[in-house]
């Protein structure tokens, strides 16, 4: 009997051992650290809308161009060119589309400008006759390509731009007195370059430059003595804005 309780009382201690011994490996066993968690890359593809804001410079060119009555006091090829600045603002809507770094895109443009001028010509006394023009609205379709650095979009754009012009003339000195007025549209092209930057995932601001030429429209400023023909135009319009854009949600690319 007291051989049979040496032998349990053993047994006993051993299984204990055996168990201290497992729990002593289950805590040495390494920690495994679970992996970091990565941005996602910002994703410049899908349409977008938004607003801008800026300042706009026109240089307006008007030439007498040889037909009509000659109240306004210029002989035919005898012009001026005056320069006017304003604040500008509108709208823009688009779509990009994003290969690798590169971006791709369209969009379009409407702005609303107060950029005038007016000149006196003295020729033949003070106040003699008055030319007054303004450009008042501005569109654009253009497209773009750019270069994307994470939430950094760096881009060039061209293509077409039109604009809302006005001339007038007031001659109220001499014989030959009278005055008109004429808006036209005006059509010619653009070329920009501009910065991007995504704050969130929808939500980007920008900055931008652009360039634009046009053609001439003929512009019949009716009087008393008939019709004082000139060719004006928009000569060029730059203009320089800040964005903000929202963009719809695209897909979201992640890097591992």
């Known amino acids: 009997m007291r051989n049979k309780l040496i032998a349990a009382f053993a047994c006993t201690t051993?299984?204990?051992?055996?168990?201290?011994?497992?729990?002593?490996?289950?805590?040495?066993?390494?920690?495994?650290?679970?992996?970091?968690?990565?941005?996602?890359l910002f994703n410049w593809t899908g349409f977008y809308v938004g607003g801008h804001i800026g300042g706009a410079w026109t240089n307006e060119q008007f030439i007498n161009n040889g037909t009509g009555a000659p109240f306004g006091d210029l002989t035919p090829g005898q012009g001026y060119r005056q320069r006017g600045a304003g604040i500008m603002g509108g709208a823009q809507i688009g779509y990009n589309w994003q290969a690798n770094n590169y971006v791709f895109g369209m969009e379009g443009t409407i702005s609303g400008l107060d950029n005038k001028g007016t000149v006196v010509n003295n020729a033949f006394g003070a106040g003699d006759d008055v030319f007054t023009w303004r450009t008042n609205v501005l569109a654009t379709v253009v497209g773009r390509a750019g270069f994307a650095v994470q939430n950094n979009l760096f881009y060039v754009k061209g293509g077409y731009a039109g604009v809302n012009n006005r001339l007038n003339v007031s001659d109220t000195v001499g014989v030959a007195q009278g005055s008109g007025g004429q808006t036209h549209w005006a059509n010619g092209w653009t070329v920009g370059a501009g910065w991007e930057y995504g704050i969130t995932r929808n939500w980007i601001v920008g900055l931008e430059y652009n360039y634009a030429a046009f053609g001439s429209q003929t512009y019949q400023l009716g009087g008393l003595s008939g019709n004082y023909t000139f060719d004006a135009k928009p000569r060029d319009i730059q203009w320089a804005v800040v964005r903000a854009s929202y963009k719809f949600d695209a897909p979201v690319i992640a890097r591992y």
């Open 14 to 40: 051993a299984l204990v051992s055996t168990g201290a011994a497992s729990a002593a490996d289950l805590a040495a066993r390494p920690y495994t650290k679970a992996p970091a968690y990565i941005e996602p």
